[in-house]
């Protein structure tokens, strides 16, 4: 049986239903009696918290470093801007500007600086908020997530606060962003096992062809979940057997999941016949053979 505690639930695309995979999952594992704990690490975004109401504790910051120029001490050699790999600082002729929104935090600027004009200021980019669900059967699971700060373009470093919070749970269900660019890669990296949630349109393939190929590059464990797979035609079940991807779970289009949704219900609870479906796809990825997870290498 293959050793699964962490699963990613990702896409391609945005609106495929990756979270309403990772809250139906998470709320059926935790009424197996299972130690849950799921993160959404859809910063921009977060909305697994409007269907699983868990009661939270206070919020706390996540910060990244930024530099503080020591104007006394600065010679304005220029060597801080020429060491910056985001252009994050330039050096004017007689001070030296930093656009905190573009500084990634590495500290290259310090260690570089001749003088030791600079050092290490702290920059709010959001919040990372905790709290515990209940099941309607008093089974209990933990939710985290993180809030990146309205016009904040730096999600990877809340990205990773929220990974690294991560309690000892059994399984530990992470919901990534949509797309994949690095806050993607910081969401997965690490996970035993990627569900790669995508819809049979145009759209939804070219979007699935992306998503695997970065899980192959990361050498991760992947499957594929179909969401509203009778619509549409049958291409990326094609594109699945050409690649041997397995489709472990195909959820029809329904419009009681949708009138769930919109009212902030997790569909096994608001639709019971689903529970079994989700805790079949728990059983399908505990018997997962990792080798086969995207196909043969390209």
Known sequence: MFNVSSIAVASGKGGTGKTTVATSLAWTLARQKRRVELL????EEPNSHLFLKPSCDPARPVTVPVPRIDAERCTLCGTCAEVCQFNAIACLKDRVLVAEDLCHGCGACGVFCPVDAISEAKRE????ESGRCRTDDGAELLLRYG???VGEAMAVPLIRAVRR???SAE???IDAPPGTSCPVIAAVKGADFVLLVTEPTPFGLNDLRLAVETMRTLKLPAAVVINRSTVGDRAVWDYCREEGIDVLLEIPEDRRIAEAYSRGCIVPEALPEYEKAFAELFRKIEAFAPATATGPEK
Do not use: E, K
Request: aromatic share 0%; net charge negative; glycine share 6%.
């Open 40 to 43: 959404d690490c859809d910063v």
């Open 125 to 128: 980019v959001g919040v990372m």
């Open 147 to 149: 809030r990146l700060h």
């Open 165 to 167: 919070a991560s309690d």
């Open 171 to 173: 399984v530990t269900l």
